[in-house]
T-cell receptor, first 113, second 112 residues
Framework: EAQVTQNPRYLITVTGKKLTVTCSQN?????MSWYRQDPGLGLRQIYY???????DKGDVPEGYKVSRKEKRNFPLILESPSPNQTSLYFC????????????FGPGTRLTVT | GQNIDQPTEMTATEGAIVQINCTYQ??????LFWYQQHAGEAPTFLSY????GLEEKGRFSSFLSRSKGYSYLLLKELQMKDSASYLC?????????????FGDGTTLTVKP
């Protein structure tokens, strides 16, 4: 089944404790992206990757890191999480950037206390 | 930059037709997308416009006017399961092809 998977689905952590949210897709998509969704603010793009080893900032990259060492995986790293990073995170992929629809993972609900 | 506006909430009756509008200000974009998002779930792709005009997919249609900076999603024969948030989004052009901007979404409630 073609899908985007994220892990973990739910995470409660404390300020400053480094964490990684994994994202994997099995559709051989070149493009992958991370979003956060907060009430009243919609989906905001954090980072995206046009292909392996090619990443770039979205609209809200502060406090996050990403890497794209393999085509299928695009982990999101929070080196020192803070309470304002409490949010619902979605990973998405598409065949390429630009004109293609995105397929979203199920989401990761992160709480930082 | 890109800015997208949608109504926050709409209510409609089962079996009726509803139009959800989206206006945008952007320096250029590759295509305009509509996604559906049920509460607590991931967005799923509904429709896409790159040229002006109407795209029809079953009960859902989407319209784009680039000159007016305007799009709408039309849902016909509304069903209770259509109660969801509808997101309008644009994807960037050329060197911004990786950029993706979403509106805040329109929460549609379908009543019996």
């Amino acid at each position: 089944e073609a899908q985007v998977t994220q892990n973990p689905r739910y995470l409660i952590t404390v300020t400053g404790k480094k964490l990684t949210v994994t994202c994997s897709q099995n559709m051989n998509h070149e493009y992958m992206s991370w979003y956060r969704q907060d009430p009243g603010l919609g989906l905001r793009q954090i980072y995206y990757s046009m292909n392996v080893e090619v990443t770039d900032k979205g609209d809200v990259p502060e406090g996050y890191k990403v890497s794209r060492k393999e085509k299928r995986n695009f982990p999101l790293i929070l080196e020192s999480p803070s309470p304002n990073q409490t949010s619902l995170y979605f990973c998405a992929s598409s065949l390429q950037g630009g004109t293609y629809e995105q397929y979203f993972g199920p989401g990761t609900r992160l709480t930082v206390t | 930059g890109q800015n997208i506006d949608q109504p926050t909430e709409m209510t409609a009756t089962e079996g009726a037709i509803v139009q959800i509008n989206c206006t945008y200000q952007t320096s250029g974009f590759n295509g305009l997308f509509w996604y559906q998002q049920h509460a607590g779930e991931a967005p799923t792709f509904l429709s896409y416009n790159v040229l002006d005009g109407l795209e029809e997919k079953g009960r859902f249609s989407s319209f784009l006017s680039r000159s007016k900076g305007y799009s709408y999603l039309l849902l016909k024969e509304l069903q209770m399961k259509d109660s969801a948030s509808y997101l309008c989004a644009v994807r960037g052009l050329n060197t911004n092809a990786g950029k993706s901007t979403f509106g805040d979404g329109t929460t549609l409630t379908v009543k019996p």
